[in-house]
Structure formats: C-alpha cells, structure tokens
C-alpha cells in the first residue's frame, strides 16, 4: 500500500506565478489534510477536505489560496500570484474515514516551494 | 483551544545518554496528544500517541512518553540515544472536531558520538 504522494517534491516560481500542489492520498483514504511549515516553525494547519467538501479551511490565508480535493484525482493546494513569504513546505497528510474519537494523520514527503 | 509548547528549540546528548523531550500542552478538553520525528527533508513519521487508556505510552524506535495530567505534559524519552535519532521532533495535539492537529515549534535533537 503505497503512502501519500506529493508532488512535485520541488517547485521553484517567480513571483506573480501559480503554484499547484498536488496530493494523493492513501489508499482507502477519504479524509485529506494540507499543513504549511514556514523555515525555523512548526507546521501549521491550513484546510482539511473530504471528497468534494471543504470541511475546515480556518488555516488558509484568505486570499490567493485555495484547495479542492475531487472526486477523481488527487487533492490540489492552489497558491496564485505568489510572494516570497510563501516560501514553505507544504505537508499533505491523509486518514480513514472516522472509526473511533480520532484518526491517525499519514503524512507525505512535502512539497518544497521556493518563490524567487 | 488546544495549544502546545515544547520548551527547547535545540537538545544536544550524547550517544547513549538519556533522550528528554518536553511538550506541555493546554487544552479544554481531554487531550489527545501525538509526537512525530520529521528527518531532513522527509515527512512526518508518527512516534507514538496517547488517546486513552494507559499514560505511559510506547512508540517506535524505542521511544516513550508519559501523559501528565497534573501537569499538563507529555514529555518523550528515550533512555538512550542512537545516533540515527537525529532529527526534529514535533509534538501536536488533537484539535477536536474539526480532526486537525495543532504542533508545536519542534525540537531539533541533535546526537553526539
């Protein structure tokens, strides 16, 4: 069983570009987190979706981000027109459908995105 | 709101010596708490987590923590280190409803032969 992927695991933009991040979630998993971790933090939440719905998206900046997770394909973390301090991994992390009080979070390998 | 502090940005021990880890946490509602080592340039990797039940909790690669009630703490240790234990190490509390995890700053351990 293959764990989150992300992609790509690298990703340089100029600023005023767009940025989108991609993530695939286990298998069986319907529950997608995105976390940010700026240099020198912690990581901190941003959105989490189940398929189709934005179920909390209390952690994203209120303009120039957005995510999306379909019914098809992988989740996308969308940055438009980015700045230097967007500079950050970007961490995907996926769970099961809720079984009990809480889940364990999967985390992927991160996306890396370095804004010049 | 839950909320977590881990006190020291930065533990240096020697290879062999005890592993002392501290994450304190707040929070309005019973806790759910987690540590996770991230190694460089990877993802997170969960350690070990407490949810119910017993307070001394085991993780992988021989780490532990204790959930502290009285004193707000979840505290991860290790009685000796190994220098593959080098790495950062985040602890994170349950967020509630929403299932999102709230992290600490981290603390980068480093292990000296």
């Known amino acids: 069983n293959a764990g989150v992927m992300q992609n790509p695991r690298h990703l340089v933009r100029r600023r005023g570009q767009e940025a989108r991040l991609r993530c695939s979630p286990m298998?069986?998993?319907?529950?997608v987190y995105w976390y940010r971790q700026l240099p020198e933090e912690g990581l901190k939440f941003m959105v989490y979706?189940?398929?189709?719905?934005?179920?909390?998206e209390s952690g994203m900046p209120k303009e120039r981000f957005s995510a999306e997770f379909p019914k098809e394909g992988p989740s996308i973390l969308r940055i438009q027109q980015v700045v230097r301090g967007d500079s950050a991994a970007y961490f995907c992390?996926?769970?099961?459908?809720?079984?009990?009080?809480?889940?364990?979070?999967?985390f992927g390998p991160g996306t890396r995105l370095t804004v010049l | 709101a839950q909320s977590v502090t881990q006190l020291g940005s930065h533990v240096s021990v020697s290879e062999g010596a005890l592993v002392l880890l501290r994450c304190n946490y707040s929070?309005?509602?019973?806790?759910?708490l987690f540590w996770y080592v991230q190694y460089p340039n990877q993802g997170l990797q969960l350690l070990l987590k407490y949810t119910t039940g017993a307070t001394l909790v085991k993780g992988i690669n021989g780490f532990e923590a204790e959930f502290k009630k009285s004193e707000t703490s979840f505290h991860l240790t290790k009685p000796s280190a190994h220098m593959s234990d080098a790495a950062e190490y985040f602890c994170?509390?349950?967020?509630?409803?929403?299932?999102?995890?709230?992290f600490g700053t981290g603390t980068l351990l480093a292990v000296q032969p």
């Open positions: 992390a996926s769970s099961p459908p809720l079984t009990g009080a809480v889940n364990e979070q999967f």
């Open positions: 979706l189940q398929k189709e719905n934005i179920i909390d």
């Open positions: 929070s309005s509602v019973p806790p759910y």
């Open positions: 298998k069986g998993h319907s529950h």
């Open positions: 994170a509390v349950y967020g509630g409803a929403t299932n999102k995890l709230i």
